[in-house]
């Protein structure tokens, strides 16, 4: 699975840190999804979609792996 | 409240953060107390030898009961520290939380059929004694170590 987490925080330009706190959850988390070392649960990748104001398949989308 | 109710469902086995500091501490004076038993003694623990003492005199029942506390103590703390939560609980430390016990389990169970193989009589029993708590062990070690790589990754990201 493949996201554009680090391009939506550009546009919006918020920190690691700063979409953490806003979700609950740590800066390692968000950094180990954007380097695609950890797949979120749904309930995280809703979140995170919410956060940003786009569908969840706009920002986490399929490889061609899975 | 969506939200809380799934945290909690998350962490609801865990004991609040500032246990373990309790464990760490509840450890470090049983070890200390434990390390003035070896240094008297040549044991770990009190001696508590029965044989065919009847009553049991009050001095044997006080070493008994010492160790009944240590023992408790160690298992204690090492529990506080173990299965306490983080500063910031989050579905990616609960699964590591998962994989680190599992792995635990797994060297232990290793170590131990070693054991079961190489040593026999007294030795063998010294080792099913340690391996009470030694999942316990495991398990701390190799979470810590995973938190620690996982925010070292994250310095080395940041640079």
Redesign the interface.
């Known amino acids: 699975m493949k996201n554009t987490l680090r391009v939506e925080r550009a546009i919006k330009n918020i920190t690691q840190g700063e979409l953490?706190e806003l979700i609950?959850?740590?800066?390692?988390?968000i950094?180990?999804i954007e380097?695609n070392r950890?797949v979120?649960?749904t309930?995280?990748a809703l979140?995170i979609a919410r956060v940003f104001d786009k569908p969840v398949e706009e920002i986490f989308i399929l490889d061609d792996e899975d | 409240m969506v939200n809380q109710t799934l945290q909690s469902m998350k962490t609801r086995f865990l004991f609040p953060h500032k246990f373990r500091l309790a464990g760490i501490l509840l450890l470090a004076i049983a070890i200390i107390l434990c390390m003035v038993n070896y240094f008297k003694t040549g044991g770990i623990f009190t001696s508590t030898y029965l044989g065919n003492l009847n009553p049991i005199p009050p001095d044997v029942w006080v070493s008994m009961i010492y160790n009944d506390f240590l023992q408790i103590s160690i298992v204690l703390g090492l529990l506080f520290i173990a299965f306490s939560k983080e500063k910031i609980e989050d579905e990616q430390l609960a699964q590591l939380r998962l994989d680190s016990l599992q792995w635990a389990v797994y060297v232990n169970y290793a170590l131990f059929i070693l054991c079961i193989i190489i040593l026999y009589d007294w030795n063998f029993l010294r080792v099913i004694m340690f391996n009470i708590i030694t999942p316990l062990i495991f398990f701390i070690v190799r979470f810590r170590w995973k938190i620690y790589s996982l925010s070292r990754s994250l310095k080395a990201d940041i640079i």
Request: zero cysteines; glycine letters at 6%; proline letters at 6%.
């Open positions: 953490a609950g959850v740590s800066r390692q988390t950094n180990t380097s950890y979120p649960s309930v995280l979140k």
